[in-house]
């Protein structure tokens, strides 16, 4: 069985631009959420999907967003880039407590803002 | 406010030694997990606590959960150079989806 999928797997961008980050959960799971890792701030939840719809939503500014696909597959979005959201981002893919609860991650996208 | 705290920070041990992480958590939750996360690396996980007086064991790791303390430990037996990683609990609060509430993690070194 696949696990899950980041891409890309590393970025470099600058003040101002915007991103777009992509996750594939594993086959057949339903939920995504999105975690910001930093040295000071650890990790951190941005938001959660479920069956294409936002179920839970982190403490984050609005210019981070997301979207969920009828795939399952996920993206994120950072517009107007700053220096302070340079973070390895993860996202996690769960089948349901039905599955035994667990939440698998996948590589995480390593994004640097200059 | 959602807050998981664990203890100690870091913790470096001699190979051979027993030792044990703490992980408190702030509100009603039946579902503890900890993970490993390795230097540069993604989180793998370890185990995943359903239920008060949940033991899971793989290895020379066990995790436990008392929901009604809202504490969970992972315990080291006879630690291995291997171990050496930083480990994480997080809790998902009843009604909260899969919204993991990260404590700030135990840098473990364990000394050859």
């Known amino acids: 069985k696949a696990g899950v999928t980041q891409t890309p797997r590393y970025l470099i961008k600058t003040r101002g631009q915007q991103v777009t980050l992509s996750c594939s959960p594993i086959s057949g799971h339903r939920s995504v959420s999105w975690y910001q890792q930093t040295p000071g701030q650890g990790l951190q939840f941005l938001f959660e999907?479920?069956?294409?719809?936002?179920?839970n939503k982190g403490n984050f500014p609005g210019r981070f967003s997301g979207r969920q696909f009828s795939n399952s597959r996920s993206e994120m979005n950072v517009s107007t880039l700053e220096l302070g959201d340079s973070a390895l981002y993860l996202c996690?893919?769960?089948?349901?407590?039905?599955?035994?609860?667990?939440?698998?991650f996948g590589p995480g996208t390593r994004l640097t803002v200059t | 406010e959602l807050k998981v705290e664990q203890n100690p920070l870091f913790l470096s041990m001699q190979e051979g030694k027993n030792y044990t992480i703490y992980c408190n958590y702030s509100t009603t939750s039946d579902r503890l997990y900890w993970y490993r996360q390795d230097p540069g690396k993604s989180l793998e996980s370890l185990f995943v606590?359903?239920?008060?007086?949940a033991v899971k064991q793989e290895g020379r790791l066990m995790a436990s959960l008392d929901t009604k303390a809202r504490l969970s430990t992972l315990h080291i037996t006879a630690a291995v150079h291997d171990l050496s990683a930083t480990y994480f609990c997080?809790?998902?609060?009843?009604?909260?989806?899969?919204?993991?509430?990260f404590g700030g993690g135990t840098r473990l070194m364990v000394k050859p």
């Open positions: 999907y479920f069956s294409e719809t936002q179920r």
């Open positions: 606590l359903l239920s008060n007086g």
């Open positions: 997080a809790e998902i609060p009843n009604n909260a989806g899969n919204m993991l509430t």
């Open positions: 996690a893919s769960s089948g349901g407590l039905h599955l035994g609860g667990e939440q698998y």
